[in-house]
């Protein structure tokens, strides 16, 4: 069976002439939605989902009526792969039931690692980079007075003579004991 997904990014747009294209194509169903494609919730997206199965063909007018980014589309040809359904982008020329489809797509999925994997490296080098000046990653431990009195606090009560729990540290401070263990590991931060 063809099912088809049309999809506008505001209520003001239509999607007239998807459907019309949908329906030229044989799509038997039809799944609309006006909604960004940068909305992670894509009701009727999931609605199409729960109907596939195997054996069954997607059909989308363009790709970037399904896909928010080239790794979303990835994701979601994969999950179709995965149930045995094929794609089918009218205007894009891709379909995955055909060898030039797949070779097309398997094209843009190495394209979509590719980038992850220059982006990885560029974040690894420039971390290194940072490292051998001398710098660290994340973000710098900032401290409100407040919070450096806490700090102390707990350290002085936690070094004391009688011996409190942790827990007791915390309820006396009207903190968390995991806060509480935050604050010791901090101490030597503070007082450097």
């Known amino acids: 069976?063809?099912?088809?997904?049309?999809?506008?990014?505001?209520?003001?747009?239509?999607?007239?002439?998807q459907i019309d294209?949908?329906?030229?194509?044989?799509?038997e169903i039809i799944f609309e939605e006006k909604i960004s494609g940068k909305s992670k919730e894509r009701p009727e997206l999931n609605r199409l989902f729960e109907k596939l199965r195997k054996g069954d063909t997607v059909v989308v007018w363009k790709l970037d009526r399904l896909g928010r980014s080239l790794?979303?589309?990835?994701?979601?040809?994969?999950?179709?792969?995965q149930l045995e359904v094929s794609f089918l982008s009218i205007q894009d020329g891709i379909n995955t039931n055909t060898a030039t489809g797949r070779f097309t797509f398997n094209?843009?999925?190495s394209l979509a690692e590719f980038e992850r994997e220059i982006i990885s490296e560029r974040t690894k080098a420039g971390l290194t980079s940072a490292r051998a000046r001398g710098r660290k990653g994340g973000r710098p431990a900032g401290y409100s007075k407040d919070t450096?009195?806490?700090?102390?606090?707990?350290?002085?009560?936690?070094?004391?003579?009688?011996?409190?729990?942790?827990?007791d540290i915390a309820d006396s401070l009207n903190i968390s004991r995991a806060t509480c263990y935050r604050y010791l590991k901090a101490y030597d931060l503070i007082t450097q």
């Open 21 to 27: 294209s949908l329906k030229k194509s044989g799509c």
């Open 71 to 81: 790794k979303d589309l990835i994701d979601l040809i994969t999950k179709m792969e």
């Open 107 to 109: 094209i843009f999925a």
């Open 148 to 167: 450096i009195r806490k700090i102390k606090a707990v350290k002085t009560l936690y070094d004391s003579g009688n011996s409190p729990s942790v827990q």
């Open 1 to 17: 069976m063809k099912i088809g997904y049309a999809r506008v990014s505001t209520q003001d747009q239509n999607l007239n002439m």
